[in-house]
């Protein structure tokens, strides 16, 4: 199938699959090419870009994607090392959540003390930054 195709099959632009090949997620060989040299996208091809969407889809980076694409092509990927990154991957998240939660609750309170402090003056400009 050609790249267009491909876009419509996957849901992923022609410049997504474009970068997935630069970065050597998918490889196209010269065999794979028709006479006028437009890429023919093999089903494996459809596939592995399919293993990429659902990876990326539970926010694993590029990198770490590929490291399970390499698991994969080694048909090396059991329930334990991929549970493994999945376990490395939520302690991640549950630590971003952490960082976010502080950062809210800190710009909650600045929010309060900058409004009561602009409501209580003559003035109608914030002083939080100067």
Known sequence: ML????????????????FYEKQG??????KERRE????EYSEGTFQKLISIKRIKSFGFTLNETEEFLALLDRDAAT?????????????????KIRELQELKTSLSGNL????SSCCESDSNNCQMFS
Do not use: P, Q
């Not at 329930?79 to 630590?95: H, T």
């Open 3 to 18: 790249i267009g195709e491909l876009s419509t099959k996957t849901g992923l632009s022609r410049d997504t699959i474009r």
């Open 79 to 95: 329930c334990e090392n991929v549970a493994e990154k999945m376990s490395k991957k939520l302690c991640e998240i549950d630590e």
């Open 112 to 115: 309060k003390a900058c409004l």
């Open 36 to 39: 006028n040299n437009y890429k």
């Open 25 to 30: 997620l998918i490889s196209i060989g010269r």
